[in-house]
């Protein structure tokens, strides 16, 4: 399947695209993966008095933060404090603007990329700088 790229220009832009931004996606990534950890230990500490049984654990909280900051939310675990719901709140809220990252990085990666292809595809003056046509 891999080898389709060779022949699809498409799948070598999005390869290109995927090399060139690949720090940045890295560092976005990072941030969800910190944020993950952070939400869920911080609606472990809040609301494992009110629900011992559902928030056992920071691990266990996990589940609770993937499905809240992938906007997923199951509803199978949720708070029950004042207080955690407005977190969660928030956490979701932090979540949707997290996960829109990456599509605004790869989607100006494309853009730029298509701008080079065109440029590269027009053939110009040597001594002026003009279009050729």
């Known amino acids: 399947v891999l080898k389709l790229a ?6 070598q832009a999005f390869g290109a695209v995927m090399r060139e931004k690949r720090e940045e996606l890295a560092l ?3 941030f969800l993966v910190v944020m993950l ?20 654990s920071i691990p266990a909280a996990m589940w609770w933060g993937v499905s ?4 997923v939310g199951y509803g199978d675990i949720y708070p029950v404090t004042p207080f955690g719901k407005f977190l969660g709140a928030i956490i979701a809220l932090f979540g949707i603007g997290f996960f829109a990252l990456p599509a ?8 730029e990329q298509l ?9 110009a003056c ?3 700088g003009r279009e050729i046509e």
């Open 28 to 30: 976005i990534a990072l």
């Open 6 to 11: 060779r022949y699809s220009r498409a799948l």
């Open 68 to 71: 809240t900051l992938t906007t």
């Open 126 to 128: 040597p001594h002026c």
């Open 37 to 56: 950890v952070v939400s869920s230990a911080s609606m472990y500490f809040i609301e494992n008095e009110a629900q011992p049984g559902v928030f056992a």
């Open 115 to 123: 701008h080079r292809r065109r440029e590269a595809g027009r053939k």
């Open 104 to 111: 605004g990085v790869l989607s100006s990666a494309f853009a």
